[in-house]
């Protein structure tokens, strides 16, 4: 059974900074590309990010290019999102996803976790 597990969201005010991570059980967590989302009410779900299987690529929305920073460390099958400067619109659920084939085509969910970014 795949399980995917976020944490670290809360409520911070502009400028703060948060570290979400998302553990992940289930599946081989090396072999996986990996994402991070997130979803406000009434809006399209947004990929913030992506990282290939092999870290060798990794894609961030413009809005949050040189604010955010994904990681993963395999050995704890472990996928982290820093999250720093962070803006009122970052507010949102954030998921991470899994992508079995490095093709953008996500699998696996979490059940989110809420980041609320106060002015």
């Known amino acids: 059974q795949v399980q995917l597990a976020e944490s670290g969201g809360g409520l911070v005010q502009a400028g703060d900074s948060l570290r979400l991570s998302c553990v992940v059980s289930?599946?081989?967590?090396?072999?996986?590309?990996m994402a991070w989302f997130r979803q406000v009410p009434g809006k399209e779900r947004e990929r913030v990010v992506a990282?290939?299987?092999?870290?060798?690529?990794?894609a961030y929305v413009d809005s949050v290019k040189g604010r955010f920073t994904i990681s993963r460390d395999n050995a704890k099958n472990t996928l982290y999102l820093q999250m720093n400067t962070l803006k009122p619109e970052d507010t949102a659920v954030y998921f991470c996803?899994?992508?079995?084939?490095?093709?953008?085509?996500?699998?696996?969910w979490g059940q989110g976790t809420q980041v609320t970014v106060s002015s």
């Open positions: 996803a899994a992508d079995p084939w490095d093709s953008n085509r996500y699998k696996y």
């Open positions: 289930g599946l081989t967590f090396s072999m996986y590309a």
């Open positions: 990282m290939s299987f092999n870290g060798d690529f990794i």
